[in-house]
Each structure stands twice: as structure tokens, then as C-alpha cells.
Nanobody, 129 residues
Framework: QVQLQESGPGLVRPSQTLSLTCTVSGYSITANFVAWGWFRQPPGKDLEWVGAITTDGSTYYSPSLESRTSISEDTSKNVFSLQLSSVTPEDTAVYYC?????????????????????WGQGTQVTVSS
């Protein structure tokens, strides 16, 4: 059974870097034809795609966040990670990691959310001084 679990600090100071890790169990992140992504949901707003990484290490980011976002993977630990730099209170959200059932585009379209089949439970990240 595929399981994903987000972990990381629940509180980040403004201007610092938000770092989250997604631990995957029951499935190898190096398996073909899938990708691994991050989403977030700010309070009172819709779920927003942040970006994704494929098994060959290719990354794709939301244009609105691309300049501040980095997604990486550690295949030895079967985890992938998100870093979001220069955070502001507007980055406060519940962050989710998920498995994408395909590794081909388009990326970030209106159908992006529907491409994901396994999700973590989400982790609250608050940006505040």
C-alpha cells in the first residue's frame, strides 16, 4: 500500500526558507511512469499545485512560485523534499505531497490535481514572526 507522510517545521519566520520532506512507503520513488508532487492550500482558498519531480530528476514548478521553489529527491531514503525560499505570511498553508500517476505533461494545467492518486495527510505550515 502506497503511503506518503509530510514532515517539517510547523512555524517558519518571514524571509526564511520553508523545508518539507515527504517520506514514501510501499512504493519506490524511482519507479517508472510516475512523478511526485507538492500542493498547498492556504486558509479559505483552493488547493494549489506547487511543483513536481519525475524519477529521472526533472522538475516542474508553478510559474507563480518557480523563482522561490526547489524540489529534490533522495532515492537512498525514498523521500522527496520541497524548499520554498523568502517566505511571507501568504505562504501559510497546509502542504501536501502526492504521487502523480504519470510522468508526462502538460504540467500545472487545470487537470493537474486529477493526475494524483495517493496523497499525504498534509502538514500545517505557518509563516509568522
Amino acid at each position: 500500500q502506497v503511503q506518503l507522510q509530510e514532515s517539517g517545521p510547523g512555524l517558519v519566520r518571514p524571509s526564511q526558507t520553508l523545508s518539507l520532506t515527504c517520506t514514501v512507503s510501499g512504493y519506490s520513488i524511482t519507479a517508472n511512469f510516475v512523478a511526485w508532487g507538492w500542493f498547498r492550500q492556504p486558509p479559505g482558498k483552493d488547493l494549489e499545485w506547487v511543483g513536481a519531480i519525475t524519477t529521472d530528476g526533472s522538475t516542474y514548478y508553478s510559474p507563480s512560485l518557480e523563482s522561490r521553489t526547489s524540489i529534490s529527491e533522495d532515492t537512498s531514503k525514498n523521500v522527496f523534499s520541497l524548499q520554498l525560499s523568502s517566505v511571507t505570511p501568504e505562504d501559510t498553508a497546509v502542504y501536501y505531497c502526492a504521487r502523480r500517476g504519470s510522468d508526462w505533461g502538460p504540467w500545472g494545467s487545470d487537470r493537474e490535481i486529477s493526475q494524483y492518486d495517493y496523497w499525504g495527510q498534509g502538514t500545517q505550515v505557518t509563516v509568522s514572526s
